[in-house]
């Protein structure tokens, strides 16, 4: 499983974080993962714990969210640009393995493919905002 994937089960791991208790996640990340075929453990385990460190950092991502996005607080945003920008930031600010250019492409594709019609933009200029700001 290539890098672009994991990624888009981690987002869909923070996604689904969203609609259930923090103490019912372990048991949904399980169901999660055994229904992924071919899945090897090392990949699992990859995205566990990048899921558990951006949940870690949560509070300064979205705070850093709140405010870089103007207008657009991060209880109004759409719950998938919300976790794909989550994803992003904590990949740009604390994740020394991927280039900021690479978090900033990958989320926009990834919100071409699970957003809606002006996510991609709107994921493409928060992150570039924060990239031009903060890093």
Known sequence: MGRREMREHIFKLLFLGEFNETAEMPEQIQLYFEG???????????????????????EEIDALLNE????????????????ILRLAVYEMKYDEDVPVKVAINEAVEISKSFGGDDSASFVNGILGKIAREDL
Do not use: C, F, I
């Not at 992924?36 to 950092?57: G, W």
């Not at 870089?68 to 976790?83: E, F, H, I, P, Q």
């Open 68 to 83: 870089k996005s103007a207008g657009w607080k991060t209880k109004r945003m759409s719950k998938v640009d919300l976790n």
């Open 36 to 58: 992924l075929s071919d899945l090897q453990p090392t990949e699992q385990a990859y995205m566990e714990n990048k899921y558990a460190l951006v949940k870690e950092h949560l």
